[in-house]
């Protein structure tokens, strides 16, 4: 290719190729879970139902991980961490607890914050805390005060569900509780109980992969 | 490729050994692996949708992929050939045209291009990284990427840049150059020199591939218990650098076995180009660290891929062992990364100074000195790890004492350039850069040698500082000088010097903005491989971050020279634009394949500018030598 429009041509084409496989590597880089509405019931008010399981399965990119998952509107299950709640509102949240007891590192977290009344409901009970021991992992999100603390499945539970899909005829914990919300906003929101098995002190992999046990809480 | 070839289609001529012959085949050898892997790991036999990892299959995919790639390429020819019984050349495609740079060649210069090239790409994939990794330090939390991504594309920028460019002097310019430079027709192994880039490259490429599986958490190091716990990405880095230590190694006998057997005659050692002792001594670090790399890797792989326990302590292993094993490989790595930017800038300084070079054999001995002192100090990185103390003086003064051979080369440069007539050409302003920048990254160092001061500044963003000060300030501006020199031998056209004073003082600049205020955020206690940091040190890493898109931004500015200059004006560049005395400049260019019509006799030493008769040196079109 000897005349200049030829070479003009050239590199043109190699510029766009390289722009293309440059938004192509950061666009994989950046790729995020779907965020998932809350379903809206009556008024203000509007459902969020979540499930945690100790491995999520083939349903995740890495399937030995502990994971949460969402319902979206159409009732199915979405491996996503990532919610989207209407500004100056209720949340009802019930979260379905498939995974055992790890225990809290730090006992503070043990007790229910920021959700309307600071308290919620385990398995139908009204509850202001939890053993610290038997936590299992925390639906927390600082920036808005807010700690819920989940217990785990007890270590003797018959039918515990090892791999996801878990299924709620399966051994496992139900969790509600209510949170008002605010001013629009993204908030993030991750576990705070060191819940990554195989991890060095249950650090790290899930503890901080959004789409796992980290995510962000979109207040729109 | 002959004439006959060359008639033929564009279609045909791409069926065959080459390229696209070696990635059909290493895609073909990468699933056979993978099933083959699955037959064994019996427990997971979906292909792609298993809950299990496993890692078998994904290292048989890796290892077969690779071999894929050789036979694809052509390397399986020869053994096979001589197997047989039959007579095959010694040389393979030399003649013919720009098909010979995409598949086995045994022509040394062609194998420097080839390097060139690949390693460009490398590193400017690792750049990127860094600019993306930059872009996300803009804010305090993660917003981008999110902290696995975060650490995926930190380790993914230094495992690139460290392992890649152990061979970004060597590859290039010692394959291209040092045959040239002793009077020789080619390197001692021609095929193996071939095969170490093409080795290098699939390394990258298995490197990238990290990305489909997870990517890594554990940086460059891969310390255990991290490799051990991380998902299936981390497999790639275990092929990338094992790939990447087996090259070097070959490169470097290769390289050894050269500049030691096939010297002209009368180029004794002491009137060896000072190039050729940093690429001798940087090739027996090769040699003698990569072996012990290599084997980490196996042991880890083992580790994971097949349950042993050489690194997890909780079945008996050790951790720290992993760590000695790499840094007794590492740090005499980071001498292979700096050695031959002492050859070069010893090399190109005395051509723009019209100076011999001053103290030729202490110039030597400090090299040498730096290669030797580089294998009893690997243990300063393990000051925090639980180093028994009384350890730690003997490496707290090894290391403190590199730094004598290091000034000797200093004073060497230093005195080349005293009251020297300089012409500052983009080469030579790299070199002076040079100076500045390694002076930095070497009295930082001291700070980390220094067992209390490491202690508080260890796993900081001032470790950071200090080796991007060494090895991107002390390699990558070596890198740069040697490109501007070199490139009009290398391709026949002259780069725009215009352009490159642009390229470098924008680089020279957003270099030093970008590096030194972190030395400053890590005295603050901003940590390394975290992706967050305390937001009242937002506005320095903004500051940081700015500089290094500018940084970025420099590079590409030597993108423009090259497109500019190497496809648009194509400027011919004489056989000897600068003036030099040394060997390769007194061949025509382009180089002939054969280099020298006959064999050269050396009589004089390569730095006698100003010692009359000067006998190599055609009249130039540039400035005649300076007397004196």
């Not at chain 2, 030579?428 to 990254?441: D, R, T, V």
């Amino acid at each position: 290719m000897s005349s200049i429009g030829g070479r003009v041509a050239a590199v043109a084409v190699a510029v766009v190729v390289v722009a293309a496989l440059i938004g192509f590597y950061v666009a994989n880089l950046t790729s995020s879970p779907p965020t998932v509405s809350a379903q809206s019931t009556t008024g203000n008010t509007v459902e969020l139902t979540l499930k945690t399981e100790a491995a999520v399965g083939p349903q995740g990119g890495n399937p030995p991980w502990v994971s949460y998952l969402v319902k979206d509107d159409q009732g199915d299950w979405v491996h996503s961490t990532n919610f989207k709640v209407p500004a100056h509102s209720l949340v009802h949240v019930t979260v379905y607890q498939f995974d055992g007891e790890s225990g809290l590192r730090n006992p503070f977290l043990s007790q229910v914050q920021g959700t309307v009344g600071d308290t919620m409901t385990v398995d139908g009970k009204l509850m202001g805390s939890i053993p610290p021991d038997e936590a299992s992992h925390t639906f927390a999100v600082p920036q808005l005060n807010l700690i819920v603390p989940l217990p785990g499945v007890h270590e003797d539970a018959e039918n515990q569900c090892e791999d996801g899909p878990c299924d709620l005829s399966q051994a496992h914990r139900t969790i509600t509780f209510t949170i008002r919300t605010g001013e629009p906003g993204r908030y993030r929101w991750q576990c705070f109980v060191p819940c990554a098995a195989g991890f060095l002190a249950g650090f790290g992999g899930p503890m901080q992969t959004i789409g796992y046990m980290d995510g962000f809480l979109e207040v729109a | 490729m002959s004439s006959e070839a060359l008639a033929r289609p564009l279609w045909r001529r791409l069926i065959g050994f080459n390229l696209l012959g070696g990635i059909v085949l290493g895609v073909a050898g990468f699933y056979f692996g993978w099933w083959l892997g699955h037959q064994i790991h019996a427990e997971s036999l979906d292909f792609f949708g298993d809950t299990n990892q496993n890692d078998v299959a994904l290292m048989l995919g890796y290892v077969f992929s690779v071999v894929g790639f050789l036979i694809g390429l052509g390397f399986a020819r020869y053994p096979l050939a001589r197997m047989l019984g039959k007579e095959r050349t010694h040389t393979e495609n030399e003649h013919g045209g720009s098909g010979r740079y995409f598949g086995l060649c045994t022509d040394h210069k062609v194998v420097g291009v080839q390097y060139l090239c690949g390693i460009g790409l490398f590193f400017f994939i690792g750049g990127l990284n860094a600019m993306l990794i930059r872009a996300e330090l803009l804010q305090p939390s993660p917003q981008i990427f999110g902290a696995g991504n975060y650490l995926t594309l930190v380790g993914l920028h230094g495992t690139m840049m460290m392992g890649i460019m152990t061979s970004g002097v060597l590859g290039p310019f010692a394959n291209y150059f040092v045959p040239l430079m002793i009077g020789a027709r080619r390197m001692a192994f021609p095929r193996v020199e071939a095969i170490t880039f093409w080795l290098l490259m699939a390394a990258g490429a298995i490197l990238m591939t990290t990305l489909f599986f997870g990517g890594f958490p554990t940086g460059w190091t891969g310390y255990a218990p991290l490799n051990d716990q991380a998902n299936f990405g981390f497999d790639s880095y275990i092929f990338f650098f094992a790939l990447v230590g087996l090259s070097m190694m070959l490169l470097g006998l290769n390289m050894i076995a050269t500049i030691i057997t096939m010297r002209a005659p009368g180029l004794t050692w002491s009137r060896l180009p000072i190039f050729c002792w940093g690429a001798i001594s940087t090739s027996i670090l090769m040699v003698l660290a990569a072996p012990v790399l290599i084997a980490a890797l196996l042991m880890v792989g083992f580790d994971r891929a097949v349950q042993t326990s050489f690194f997890l302590s909780s079945a008996g292993g050790s951790p720290y062992l992993f760590q000695n094993l790499f840094w007794f490989f590492g740090h005499p790595e980071v001498y292979v990364l700096a050695l031959p930017g002492f050859g070069i800038i010893l090399e190109i300084l005395p051509v723009f100074a019209r100076k011999p070079l001053w103290g030729y054999r202490i110039a030597v001995a400090g090299i040498l000195g730096v290669a030797l002192l580089s294998f009893f100090v690997w243990q300063h990185h393990l000051f925090v790890s639980g180093l028994n103390s009384s350890l730690r003086p003997f490496y707290m003064f090894s290391t403190e004492a590199i730094s004598v051979p290091t000034g000797l080369v200093f004073l060497a440069g230093m005195a080349t350039l005293w009251r020297a007539k300089i012409r500052y050409t983009v080469p030579m302003l790299f070199c002076l850069a040079w100076f500045f920048n390694f002076f930095i990254g070497g009295a930082s160092g001291v700070f980390l040698s220094d067992v209390p001061s490491d202690v508080a500044t260890h796993g900081s963003f001032f470790v950071m500082a200090h080796f991007h000060y060494t090895i991107m300030g002390g390699l990558i501006f070596a890198f740069f000088a040697a490109i501007y020199y070199w490139v009009p031998k290398m391709f026949g056209v002259m780069l725009s010097e215009r352009l490159g004073k642009i390229h470098f003082w924008a680089m020279f600049i957003a270099f030093n903005s970008t590096f030194a205020p972190l030395f400053a955020l890590g005295l603050m206690g901003q940590p390394r491989r975290v992706v967050t940091y305390p937001s009242h040190l937002e506005p320095l890493n903004i500051w940081v971050s700015v500089s290094a898109f500018v940084l970025g931004a420099s590079m590409l500015v030597f993108l423009a020279n090259v497109v500019y200059s190497l496809v648009f004006v194509r400027k011919p560049a004489p056989d000897n634009p600068w003036d030099s005395r040394s060997l390769e400049w007194q061949t025509p260019t382009p180089v002939p394949i054969e280099n020298f019509e006959r064999r050269p006799i050396i009589d004089t030493d390569p730095y006698d500018y100003g010692v009359p008769p000067v006998p190599l040196v055609p009249p130039g079109p540039a400035e005649a030598p300076a007397p004196g």
